[in-house]
């Protein structure tokens, strides 16, 4: 249904930290950069999810949040704890979620500009 998604933010260098680590653990990668903009993917210069400099941010509200699909449960516990480290705020530990589903295994952060963000693998 999609075919990207941007999120604006305020320190390229910051955020692309945070998602280097974060997508790094799901198997994402820089697909482009440039001075405003970092594209994540797998293929280059096919961005799935793109960071696009802004000067004023404002991350939706409460009710928003992307979630990417992990391989496996491995992976999302790698995509939390490597976000963590380099300044991602917990917004719930990796788990199963048995009100989402049986094998609704996820974990959530924040990123620095307050946008929120998932892994997800459910099998």
Do not use: W
């Not at 928003?64 to 999302?76: G, R, S, T």
């Amino acid at each position: 249904m999609l075919h990207h998604v941007s999120f604006p933010v305020t320190d390229l260098a910051l955020s692309a930290a945070f998602y280097d680590a974060a997508l790094g653990a799901l198997g994402f990668r820089r697909v482009f950069e440039d001075e405003t903009a970092i594209g994540y993917g797998l293929v280059d210069d096919q961005d799935m999810f793109c960071l696009k400099l802004r000067s004023e941010v404002r991350a939706p509200s409460a009710g928003f949040h992307l979630a990417f699909a992990a391989p496996d449960q491995a992976a999302v516990d790698r995509f939390h704890a490597q976000a963590l480290a380099v300044g991602g705020r917990d917004n719930g530990a990796p788990g199963l979620r048995p009100d989402y589903g049986a094998q609704y295994y996820a974990a959530f952060l924040i990123d620095p500009d307050g946008h929120r963000i998932e892994a997800v693998i459910n099998r």
